[in-house]
């Protein structure tokens, strides 16, 4: 048994450092690489990844994983996590014949770079074949991985552990009922003060702005860089050196301050988790939806609040006098929650993004169902625009062609945007049974929630599934009641409804 | 033949693209990357580094790159030279024992985080027993590369093909001779005006003057990026991406301006590579001396031109209006010509560097040959630096601690510096029969340098040695006598002697 543990110990160490290569190499590429420089980038991790490939679903890999998974009761917690989470990810590869996976792979490389041609030409019948395969490969990753499921589960399961339409269902049906009647509401009132934000900031100062504002959430540099990129992201390694990116714009600087706080909140996670979960595949944030709740929790229900503007507004005051003069805590507060609803998800604001998330997984559900073909798509997805947010849908560019995520396959991914907001509140209201976080981000004392976060979350990596560490830290189930009731809460005050 | 041959490719191709992400993480490592991610970066890279040792020495790959090579008159032109080249980067790994490999590559990361210790308190003692294992190791690394040559020739041409101390002794005893005297009598006279060189230099403009200098050495920065890093350096993988990066002080602009033209000219070179080369060992520059010829000709012999000045002085002008309020062209060019023989080999001038790559090689060749042992070379270093320069060395830290290369690893290395002078200098004398060098600086028609440079040497990259390199460029042998001719012109005409 020693030995195979130490056969196991190998195989993960080099899945590890092959990752970690490859990791450096996106990052890389995402940000300084000079742009002529992708082709033979995207050709050597093509070699580094056919031989993760090959390693994974190696007979003699196989065969060592399980003959371990089968003795896992006889060893430690983490190694039989560690399995667990391996067979996991072997699911699909197990299944799925190398020359498939190799020919999906080289359609999702030319989709993207078709829908990028598309979105810019505002041309859908260039993209719509390449939609439609993808689609129909998702079907058939679907029985791969899980042949006994409806298959847009098996892919929903894919991106979040343990979440089916089953649990989405009633939670967007709800979003419905609960959200769009306060976004009609909020349509009809007068918008606050909030051109200032549109002044010249210049992005030297903006980059001061980024410096204290890491500081202030307490991210250890030595640990975790910050560098530009077209669009922010946070990528990491291991606990001691995580990456987060931020895109600045002369005209907008509260799209770097709350990318930096965003993609902070990822780091967060990434840095807190246990040093004994390092190196091996428990290390790394326990889903796409617990991600985006820290960093959506730091953004929103801390970096938004009307607590943290007194924390805020002395160092943009500091940093910007001329372009803060006569703007109050108050009118900064309103204006960094303008509530527009717009046609484009990655502008929008915090009420009514979930919105766009809600119309993308109607559509998901019912293209892979076959409900809707791709010809009609973009007329279902314009009308949802209308009904749920108001909004005319004017092109295919700034409509359904606007994500790049079908284009890279992922189907079933933008759900846990959502999910992560309502884990997120979930969160909030059981640290306020403990202490007031409003008092104690006015008194500085914002270290506290880092705390609960680092003690009830960070900690545990992904030791436990998502569902598992929202009862274990809320000591309740998933209840996204309390992300409707925070919303409404929030912004029919600030809207005076 | 044709399957060996495809097996040929897939083993380099293989390596490329090993080598390609180990020198992304060591790019990303000195440039973007917190410092607390240095031991697991080291962690996954020797993961990678073993699997292409394994890869390389393997039987397979020896009996393959055996069979090859035996019938390489029946192969064209460009996988002989493959087979040629593979041949000797294998020369020391297939005699090494892979114990000894791995021992020394963790001797030497501990001498590096010693040597650094060392450095910073001024303690040589501390770090002499790690030189002095270094220096064995050297001893028996050139044993197991050529058996047949004396040490240190056998470690000079691991890092100058065809070189050996019956060329570098000629070299450096003429240097000696020819430059040591003059250094002498410029040591004598008055200093021209160069004050205004340090006046601060905003960093933000810093950077712009990086831009424009990448502009007009016709640098095309898709192909290209620059960054920061703490010392300059260039890196690449293929002709499409190359790297360079800089260091800001805002109390010496001249430091980052000729940080830029310097690692431009080695950018230059291998995005000059003809594109046949690419993904091959061909791909990237002859040899370090030939890579330090292109580097220091566009630092030097180009941008440290009276003629340079003409393109120069507006653009630094432009920027910086204040700091250059009453600075002429002329006296622009006396202070980036400034000689002052110095301790610091990275902070030397033109005339004086070589004189510490000479102090370098005496000392190295007496080291590998046991006429120097650790305990006298610093001794011998001081003496070296007051016959040649005419300096007194204080301590330890800018004397014999100086250096990173021999915490390295690298004996043999140094040499390779002074002798991309003395090729630069070779190329200028040719390229001045073909046409006016200077007149055509002037005249902005530094393209016509670009050209013969490309056409002449980048154009080959590996495809030759260097020394057929540069018979085939200058229609003769090497002969140093041209780079000592350019020295006193330059120097004797500024101090009018």
Request: negative net charge; hydrophobic residues 35%; proline residues 4%.
């Amino acid at each position: 048994m020693e030995n195979r543990l130490k056969e196991f110990k190998t195989l993960t160490d080099t899945l590890y450092a092959k990752n970690h290569l490859l990791g450096v190499m996106i990052f890389d590429g995402e940000t300084i690489a000079p742009i002529a420089s992708a082709d033979a980038r995207s050709k050597s991790m093509s070699v580094i990844n056919e031989e993760i490939f090959k390693l994974l679903t190696s007979p003699s890999s196989q065969e060592l994983i399980n003959y371990l998974y089968e003795k896992r009761s006889s060893l430690d917690e983490i190694t039989q996590r560690e399995l667990t989470l391996i067979k996991r990810s072997l699911k699909l590869l197990k299944n799925m014949p190398m020359n498939e996976y190799v020919e999906y792979q080289s359609l999702l490389n030319k989709a993207q770079v078709v829908w990028s041609q598309a979105k810019k030409a505002n041309d859908y019948e260039m993209f719509k074949p390449y939609l439609e395969k993808i689609i129909e490969y998702n079907k058939k990753i679907a029985a791969y991985y899980a042949p006994e499921k409806e298959p847009y589960d098996a892919l929903l399961e894919m991106y979040e552990y343990g979440m089916s339409m089953a649990d989405y269902d009633p939670f967007f049906d709800e979003m419905q009922k609960q959200i769009v009647p306060t976004l009609k509401e909020i349509s009809n009132k007068p918008l606050p003060e909030y051109k200032f934000l549109s002044m010249p900031f210049s992005i030297e100062k903006q980059k001061i702005l980024s410096d204290r504002i890491m500081d202030l959430m307490g991210l250890d540099r030595t640990c975790c860089s910050i560098t530009e990129s077209e669009h922010p992201f946070t990528t990491g390694f291991n606990k001691w050196d995580l990456r987060i990116t931020t895109h600045y714009y002369e005209n907008m600087f509260e799209s770097s301050l709350y990318s930096v706080i965003h993609e902070g909140g990822h780091a967060m996670y990434e840095m807190g988790i246990d040093d004994k979960y390092q190196f091996t595949n428990i290390a790394g944030g326990a889903s796409l939806g617990m991600h985006e709740s820290q960093s959506r929790f730091y953004e929103n229900i801390i970096g938004r609040s009307k607590a943290f503007m007194s924390l805020l507004h002395p160092i943009i005051c500091d940093i910007f006098p001329e372009q803060m003069k006569g703007v109050s805590e108050e009118t900064l507060y309103k204006a960094l929650n303008l509530v527009h609803p717009s046609l484009i998800r990655i502008e929008a604001d915090e009420l009514s993004y979930s919105l766009h998330i809600l119309i993308r997984y109607e559509i998901e559900k019912m293209l892979i169902s076959g409900e809707l073909n791709v010809d009609e798509a973009p007329k279902y997805w314009n009308k949802l625009y209308k009904d749920y947010l108001g909004v005319d849908v004017p092109d295919y560019r700034s409509g359904i062609l606007q994500d790049i995520h079908w284009a890279g396959g992922s189907i079933g991914y933008f759900p846990t945007y959502a999910l992560g907001s309502a884990y997120g509140a979930q969160m909030l209201a059981k640290m306020n049974e403990s202490f007031d976080i409003n008092k104690d981000i006015t008194e500085n004392k914002i270290q506290n929630i880092h705390k609960w976060l680092n003690k009830n979350i960070h900690v545990h990596g992904s030791m436990y599934d998502p569902k598992k560490i929202i009862s274990m830290a809320c000591k309740e189930e998933f209840n996204p009641q309390y992300y409707f009731d925070y919303l409404n809460n929030k912004f029919k005050d600030i809207y005076e409804i």
